[in-house]
T-cell receptor
Framework: DTEVTQTPKHLVMGMTNKKSLKCEQHMGHRAMYWYKQKAKKPPELMFVYSYEKLSINESVPSRFSPECPNSSLLNLHLHALQPEDSALYLC???????????FGPGTRLTVL | DAKTTQPTSMDCAEGRAANLPCNHSTISGNEYVYWYRQIHSQGPQYIIHGLKNNETNEMASLIITEDRKSSTLILPHATLRDTAVYYCIVRVAGSNYKLTFGKGTLLTVNP
């Protein structure tokens, strides 16, 4: 099973809302990732968790707050977002120190 | 990680082989070549990777030149469902978690 699941599929939120994106994998992977993809652009890395600890933060604004409550779950908490944050948010996972990342289907976020 | 250069777009007839090139002239000896694809509005899908030898799996074949400065992804019998953006990525295994996507090649498979 090489499946990464993400919920919700679509999310519309106002600039004052607080919402969360959820990602789950049951492949025993110990590294999990958040990527952001704007329309017609390639995905860009935001955060990496390794063994439930944040190992990479690509200078992401604090209105995005990641959380890894256990080895199977990864959340992205959103607060006070801007319309330019509208994008496809992708979660991925891999074995720690491994080459191949497996991606979920993404959450399409629209900020009004 | 080494940079890659890919054509912006390519067309292929259904049932024919699709050959997608990638240049990575600054690749280092310990860098792997990875291929992912992204069908419209879906998450990227891993296809194949290699270091110096040619590789084949159920999805595709990867041909890496002897000097490792370029590679070709081959889809042997393209179908309409293979229409996607194909990304060639070069990275060091293990020590660097980051996947740096370039602009990729939009492959359109025509009936």
């Amino acid at each position: 099973d090489t499946e990464v699941t993400q919920t919700p599929k679509h999310l519309v939120m106002g600039m004052t809302n607080k919402k969360s994106l959820k990602c789950e994998q049951h492949m025993g992977h110990r590294a999990m990732y958040w990527y952001k993809q704007k329309a017609k652009k390639p995905p860009e890395l935001m955060f990496v968790y390794s063994y439930e600890k944040l190992s990479i933060n690509e200078s992401v604004p604090s209105r995005f707050s990641p959380e890894c409550p256990n080895s199977s779950l990864l959340n992205l908490h959103l607060h006070a977002l801007q319309p330019e944050d509208s994008a496809l948010y992708l979660c991925a996972s891999s074995q720690a120190n491994a080459r191949t990342q497996y991606f979920g289907p993404g959450t399409r976020l629209t900020v009004l | 990680d080494a940079k890659t250069t890919q054509p912006t777009s390519m067309d292929c007839a259904e049932g024919r082989a699709a050959n997608l090139p990638c240049n990575h002239s600054t690749i280092s000896g310990n860098e792997y070549v990875y291929w992912y694809r992204q069908i419209h509005s879906q998450g990227p899908q891993y296809i194949i990777h290699g270091l110096k030898n040619n590789e084949t799996n159920e999805m595709a074949s990867l041909i890496i030149t002897e000097d490792r400065k370029s590679s070709t992804l081959i889809l042997p019998h393209a179908t309409l469902r293979d229409t996607a953006v194909y990304y060639c990525i070069v990275r060091v295994a293990g020590s660097n978690y980051k996947l740096t996507f370039g602009k990729g090649t939009l492959l359109t498979v025509n009936p």
